[in-house]
């Protein structure tokens, strides 16, 4: 594992668990919050140190 998290994907229902928000939200506001979406497909996933990072940066 890296500093700044894995490069493990994780899925918006994942990352909205990780956040305490809906993965409605996830869906409309990751473009508005700086989040890089990693497409698989049409599918949509995350990669784990941008989580880390962006909360690092916002609240931490």
Not at 28 to 47: D, H, I, M, T
């Amino acid at each position: 594992m890296t500093a700044g998290g894995s490069n493990r994907l994780l899925t918006p229902e994942e990352v909205a668990s990780w956040l305490k928000v809906s993965e409605l939200t996830i869906k409309n506001k990751y473009r508005a919050w700086g989040l890089k979406p990693q497409k698989v497909g049409r599918l949509l996933r995350f990669r784990e140190r941008d989580i880390v990072a962006y909360l690092e940066e916002h609240y931490g």
